[in-house]
């Protein structure tokens, strides 16, 4: 079955450090997204990348980073310098960045400071 | 700036039919798309419409009307499953590189 696996469910950053979310994709999607979503609010963009190699900000870029190397995966870097990291991250994917196609999901991970 | 307004909260009874309304205000504009995400878990996509009208899907319809930019999500015959938050998006255009900009979204509570 094709889909969004992200990994790990939860995840606990203590001060300073820098935490990776995994997110991989079997759907051959070109495209895939980052987003952020704060209790009792939307999805805001954090990165998104429309093929393999290129990747642009989102709304919420700073304090995050990600690599595109290849098609199947785009992990996000929570670094030390996001100071509110306490949120659900959720990945998608879509055939690619265009108007009418559909983002999948992954289950996202829930991201808690200790 | 750009903004996507829609309830915070619906409370229905099962076997109803309920309507979730969305207002946006963007700098371009190319479809409003309609997710579903029930506590916890992922979002999963409803639908899309581009152009003004009504769209059909089994129980659930979709409405837009682009001059009032206006639309919304219609849920017939309700069931408790469908509680969920429903989030509406558009998909803008110009500097925001046709990302989709999302609603808050509405809780959509139903009551046996």
């Known amino acids: 079955d094709g889909g969004i696996t992200q990994s790990p469910k939860y995840l606990f950053r203590k001060e300073g450090q820098n935490v990776t979310l995994s997110c991989e994709q079997n759907l051959n999607h070109d495209a895939m997204y980052w987003y952020r979503q704060d209790p009792g609010q939307g999805l805001r963009l954090i990165y998104y990348?429309?093929?393999?190699?290129?990747?642009q900000k989102g709304d919420i870029a700073e304090g995050y980073s990600v690599s595109r190397e290849k098609k199947e995966s785009f992990p996000l870097t929570v670094t030390s310098a996001q100071k509110n990291p306490t949120a659900f991250y959720l990945c998608?994917?879509?055939?690619?960045?265009?108007?009418?196609?559909?983002?999948?999901f992954g289950d996202g991970t829930r991201l808690s400071i200790l | 700036g750009q903004s996507l307004e829609q309830p915070s909260e619906v409370t229905a009874v099962e076997g109803a039919i309920v309507q979730i309304n969305c207002t946006y205000q963007t700098s371009g504009f190319y479809g409003l798309s309609w997710y579903q995400q029930h506590d916890g878990g992922a979002p999963t996509f409803l639908s899309y419409?581009?152009l003004d009208g009504l769209e059909e899907t089994g129980r659930f319809s979709s409405f837009l009307s682009r001059s009032d930019s206006y639309g919304y999500l219609l849920l017939q015959e309700l069931q408790m499953k469908d509680s969920a938050s429903y989030f509406c998006a558009v998909r803008d255009g110009g500097d925001s590189n046709y990302q989709l900009i999302w609603g808050a979204g509405t809780k959509l509570i139903i009551k046996p």
């Open positions: 419409n581009a």
């Open positions: 998608a994917s879509s055939v690619r960045n265009d108007g009418n196609q559909p983002q999948h």
């Open positions: 990348s429309q093929i393999v190699n290129d990747f």
